[in-house]
């Protein structure tokens, strides 16, 4: 509006003067007259004033007079600019609509004499960089950053212990010491950073050496190259170390150059699905994922940290214990299920959604997975079966429960192995428990004896001995000798005992029992028959 009235000043200064010029006269300093009917009387006297020729040469009018030229071509150029503004939006909004392309230049040359021709600017502007002050100067300022950074660095590692001596295992604080120590790693390329942006402050103070695009771009990549270095350092586990290096590295770089905003309205713009009336865009799905990761991973080592605590509590019993666990690891889950959804955006509303995904998986194919789950929250409220029960299952095979999981249940044989059993087994099907009441159990030696031996000692031989034993218990019951039967080649005799816990394995308390046995049997002339063949000549 400002340049529109200067505009209207300029048009109304050459009237002016263009009727001075020709000898006119205007009246001036008369009011406006009202407007005056046709039957009035004339008026008494009409007064006019010539107007004074107007001295074109005037320094303050040609002043007036170029400040309005200068401010009419300003406003043309600004009209031409918005007008070649709107026609180059209209061109780019054809040419996303399938229109004519073929005005846009292409960076790739058509023919040799356009190659030729983009080698010769490309060459021109290296010529110009390398004869630059300014561009030298910060050629300087990125070499010698980058000198500079590991002779600090190594300096600083001499002179700080914290980072060129490792933690020990008794030390207090031993975790913020290991990541002190692991930070020292990292000196290098801090010390990168510092330098360069030191160096283009330094740069920018400097009137002969003014720019620092090239050290802002070294900048970007230094900070890049720490970030580098602190997934390899801090991030232990190799999937999550290159899902970072894949995901973050690139997207920093999308960040320091500038088109992250760009690329986020690109992914937020493709929609994948819709949720409780609301779209889950791609950006979305990568949120989920990322956070996901992130949370869950938290969620396993705070998991891992309250089973612990949980197990440490020696008021509880192992089997309340393994049910404050597992309402623990429920809770917790759930509620990193529920962060994630919330960090990533997808609105809470859709969990119903989500749930009737779910139920329909159950009905279609996931009956057994539901099952084994809702088993094994039975098993651990009506403790039918606990962590450290020895059971023998429907196939034979037996050992020690040691874990309750969600899907099933690990039991490990004598031997060292373990055997995933699903949960419904031990709903389901019928199996043995030797420890769910008592841990004693009563086992038994067996031997045979000649029909020469004289029985009625035997008990006062073995009793004793079996009593000498430190895993051999007196109650419920006393060991006790048992004359089982008359066999086809001497008397078969048991011995009776208990003991607590169970017999690990063929090599643990029944085997010294069985050597206490065959060396009294051997001390005290007894004999052991075997079977033999009595043939008779006639």
């Not at 000196?187 to 400097?206: D, E, H, N, S, T």
């Not at 995901?247 to 905003?261: E, K, N, Q």
């Not at 994630?340 to 009905?363: D, E, H, M, Q, T």
């Amino acid at each position: 509006m400002q340049k529109l009235r200067i505009f209207g000043l300029f048009v109304l200064a050459f009237m002016v003067m263009s009727t001075a010029a020709l000898g006119q006269t205007v009246e001036v300093d008369n009011p406006p007259v009202a407007a005056v009917p046709a039957d009035a009387p004339p008026p008494a006297e009409i007064v006019t004033t010539n107007t004074p020729a107007i001295d074109v040469t005037d320094p303050a009018l040609l002043d007036a007079l170029e400040e309005a030229y200068e401010a009419r071509r300003q406003a043309e150029t600004d009209i031409a600019d918005i007008v070649r503004q709107q026609m180059e939006a209209a061109a780019a909004q054809s040419g996303e609509n399938g229109g004519d392309s073929a005005g846009k230049p292409s960076l790739i040359p058509a023919n040799a004499e356009e190659a030729k021709a983009l080698l010769n600017k490309i060459w021109t502007k290296i010529l110009g960089w390398l004869t630059s002050v300014k561009f030298l100067a910060q050629v300087g300022a990125i070499a010698l950053a980058y000198i500079l950074s590991p002779l600090l660095a190594r300096m600083v590692r001499k002179k700080v212990f914290l980072f060129n001596e490792a933690p020990g295992a008794e030390v207090k604080l031993k975790v913020v010491r290991d990541y002190v120590y692991r930070l020292g790693a990292l000196l290098r390329p801090i010390w990168l950073v510092a330098l360069l942006i030191l160096f283009g402050v330094i740069l920018k103070a400097v009137p002969a050496a003014g720019e620092t695009w090239l050290v802002k771009i070294a900048q970007s990549l230094a900070l890049v190259f720490l970030l580098y270095k602190a997934i390899k350092e801090f991030i232990s586990n190799d999937l999550f170390q290159t899902v970072a290096i894949w995901t973050v590295i690139p997207l920093a770089l999308i960040m320091l150059f500038g088109y992250y905003d760009d690329l986020i309205t690109k992914l937020d713009s493709i929609s994948v699905m819709e949720m409780g009336g609301k779209p889950i865009t791609l950006m979305t799905i990568i949120l989920l994922v990322i956070f996901g990761s992130i949370f869950f991973k938290l969620g396993n080592i705070a998991n891992a940290k309250g089973q612990t605590a949980i197990r440490s509590q020696e008021g509880l019993d192992v089997a309340t214990q393994d049910v404050v666990a597992k309402i623990f690891q429920i809770i917790l889950f759930t509620l990193v299920f529920v962060m994630v959804l919330g960090a990533a955006k997808v609105p809470l509303s859709g969990l119903v959604v989500i749930f009737s995904a779910l139920s329909l998986g159950i009905g279609l194919g996931l009956q057994p997975i539901a099952a084994n789950f809702v088993s094994g929250m039975i098993i651990l409220f009506d403790r039918s079966v606990r962590t450290g029960d020895y059971v023998v299952l429907p196939d034979g095979q037996e050992g020690f429960v040691e874990a309750i999981n969600m899907r099933n249940t690990v039991v490990e044989t004598t031997d060292g192995k373990d055997i995933m059993v699903p949960n419904t087994k031990f709903t389901e099907d019928a199996y043995e428990n030797w420890t769910h009441k008592d841990p004693r159990q009563r086992y038994e030696v067996h031997f045979t004896v000649g029909y020469d031996t004289d029985l009625d000692i035997l008990e006062d031989l073995i009793i004793p001995e079996f009593l000498k034993h430190p895993s051999v218990l007196t109650e419920p019951e006393m060991p006790d000798l048992e004359f089982r039967e008359f066999g086809e080649y001497g008397a078969k005799m048991a011995v009776e005992f208990w003991c607590s816990g169970i017999d690990d394995g063929e090599n643990k308390f029944t085997s010294d029992l069985n050597f206490i046995v065959w060396r009294l049997l051997r001390d005290n002339k007894i004999e052991i028959p075997f079977p033999q063949m009595v043939v008779h000549k006639k």
